[in-house]
């Protein structure tokens, strides 16, 4: 198909491997760049955090999609999960920001929500790769058909609620007490929606109408949380998706500008567009719930930071807009061969990587990440306390 600059267009021969790329894509699908220094992620103050819940996709999803799908699924499978020693079901080599955000409070990594043997002492995680913000029927509607999980923010928090209503049964105030010192964590959720539309439609200005629908879902979740009982939330926003190796390779050869870090701008034009209502929204959620503490985390500036300043910190210069997993072309990634593909080779340290698989990233671009947003609230949180 030709692509022109005004309906960007990407030959969508893509085989059921592509698919399943996308469904990783919308895990990734969250960076868009920029220049200014990202702000801090700021929680309450003496608040000791002894809970998280995380509601998401494939940004954050330890373990659910694996159990919803079973081991077909790609991440149930090596080179997934490589730096860790075995796959977990995290699209990544190794370990997520949701892992070291729960490493940074001293609480244990976040069990999935499908894990019926977990232990929820310390909270759950509800996310699910491939997820979107939107209902899966209310998209299908709209010709886009999701076809990796049915498992969309509302069913999540559905989970949550009878998660809620076994913890709480007999025991209501401590119910009300230990969501009250609880870390809920709404987001990343929505790149999967535009994931969808932008691969399927291929259409940057006509997803820009689904932004305040997919605002307005997170918008609805966050309200539902604090009803319950929620008092500490962050609010993530997406990542400049222009700089993965995968839409690079999918918008290659059609008439888009690259800006300074040579992601595409268009599409991280189109990530400040969502990641700027959604603060506007975390803004006035802030103002009608005085007492709620409710955190905007830059995902976009963080990984711009991250982008520029790689060098610096171990990554290999030469390698930021390319996969560590992945085969072929200026970003070693091709749809029709991803990672986990046989015959797909996987570089020989992720740890000098961004990318892991085209479009997620690896667990040192994480790290880096998590603590870039999280660690220096932690310390201050923890000198406030002593
Ligand atoms: C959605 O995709 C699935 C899997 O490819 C397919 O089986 C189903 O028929 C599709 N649904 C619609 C309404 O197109
Ligand atoms: C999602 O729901 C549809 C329709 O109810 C069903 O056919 C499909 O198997 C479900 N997919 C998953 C991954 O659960």
Not at 189 to 217: F, S, T
Not at 307 to 323: H, I, P, V, Y
Request: proline share 4%; with cysteine.
């Amino acid at each position: 198909m030709a692509a022109t600059s005004a309906h960007l267009r990407f030959d969508l021969a893509l085989s059921r491997t592509a698919l399943l790329l996308a469904l990783h894509a919308a895990l990734l699908h969250h960076d868009c760049a920029a220049r200014p220094t990202p702000s801090r992620v700021v929680l309450g103050r003496r608040q000791q955090i002894d809970a998280v819940y995380n509601f998401g996709d494939s940004l954050s999803d330890t373990g659910n999609l694996l159990r919803e799908v079973g081991a077909g699924s790609v991440v149930g499978s090596l080179p997934y999960g490589e730096t860790l020693g075995e796959p977990t079901g995290r699209s990544s080599d190794g370990l997520l920001m949701i892992d070291y955000l729960a490493n940074f409070l001293n609480l244990p990594y976040l069990p999935p929500y499908l894990d019926k043997s977990a232990n929820l002492d310390h909270g759950a995680n509800f996310a699910v790769a491939g997820a979107t913000a939107l209902d899966r029927s209310f998209l299908l509607d709209r010709g886009i058909n999701v076809t990796f999980t049915n498992s969309s923010l509302s069913i999540q928090l559905q989970w949550f609620k009878t998660h809620l209503s076994s913890l709480c049964a007999s025991k209501e105030e401590y119910c009300e007490e230990k969501l009250g010192r609880a870390l809920f964590l709404v987001g990343e959720i929505g790149g999967n929606d535009y994931n969808y539309g932008l691969w399927y439609h291929n259409a940057i200005q006509e997803m820009k109408a689904y932004v305040p629908l997919v605002v307005g879902r997170i918008v609805d979740a966050v309200k539902v949380l604090i009803d319950l009982g929620a008092a500490h939330l962050i609010v993530p926003g997406n990542f400049p998706i222009g700089c993965h190796p995968s839409y690079l390779t999918q918008f290659e050869g059609a008439n888009y500008d690259l800006d300074q870090n040579n992601c595409i701008e268009d599409l991280n034009e189109f990530c400040r567009f969502h990641n700027d209502q959604l603060q506007g929204a975390v803004d006035s959620l802030r103002r009608d719930h005085p007492r709620v503490t409710i955190e905007y985390a830059d995902y976009y500036n963080v990984f711009l930071s991250l982008l520029t300043g790689a060098d610096k910190n171990g990554f290999d210069q030469d390698s930021l807009l390319k996969a560590c997993c992945g085969i072929g072309g200026a970003h070693n990634y091709d749809p029709s061969r991803t990672c986990g593909s046989r015959g797909v080779p996987t570089c020989t340290d992720p740890a000098k990587f961004i990318s892991w698989d085209g479009l997620h990233l690896t667990q040192a671009a994480y790290k880096d990440l998590a603590t870039q947003l999280f660690g220096d609230y932690l310390l201050r949180g923890k000198d406030v306390a002593a």
